[in-house]
Structure formats: structure tokens, C-alpha cells
């Protein structure tokens, strides 16, 4: 069974900075692509960032050179980095694996920023 878990959401200042967590399990985490998703209301939900198993990580162009995303396989661990925080970077978070053809996703976390 797989199961994702995210943590690290909160409130914070625009220009503050906040890590997500997410913790995997039922998956060998270290041969499975990761991303992180984020879904603001009234808005459709849209990938932020992408680590495969190895290689390059991708990130939307509203967050490059923002955020960073990163793996820990020792941990099944995936963390979203991010910095610099907007207003507009406002939604929940989703942690995101593709499993044998199917998309899971954890429960999310939510996202403020605002002074």
C-alpha cells in the first residue's frame, strides 16, 4: 500500500522561506520519480517539481531559482525547498509518486503566505 505523507506547511511572511516534507511508503522510494504539486483555490492543480530516481530535477517557471526540490533514500524522503515566498505561492502542497501506471498523492499541506 502506497502512502505519502506531507509535512512543513504553515503561515509565513512573503520573502520568508518554509521545507516540506514527505515521507513514503509501500514503494522502493529509490528507483521512483518524486514531485511536488500545489493546488490554490479555485485554480487547477499544477506540478512545481519533478526529481526522477536520477538525472535532472524540473521546476515550473514560477518557482525556478525559488525552491529546490531534493531526496533523501535513505530516509524515503522527498523535501521541497522553498525561499523567496510570494503571495501568489499560496496553496496546498501535494506530494506525488507514479506507481505501476497510477498517480498517488499524499493528503497535502497547506501553504500561506501573507503578512
Known sequence: QVQLVESGGGLVQPGG?????????????????????????GKQRELVARIPSAGITTYAPSVKGRFTISRDNA??????????????????????????GDNYWGQGTQVTVSS
Open 75 to 100: 530516509k524515503n524522503t522527498v523535501y521541497l525547498q522553498m525561499n523567496s515566498l510570494k503571495p501568489e505561492d499560496t496553496a496546498v502542497y501535494y506530494c506525488n509518486t507514479l506507481y505501476n
Open 17 to 41: 522561506s518554509l521545507r516540506l516534507s514527505c515521507a513514503a511508503s509501500g514503494i522502493i522510494f529509490s528507483i521512483r520519480p518524486m514531485a511536488w504539486f500545489r493546488q490554490a483555490p
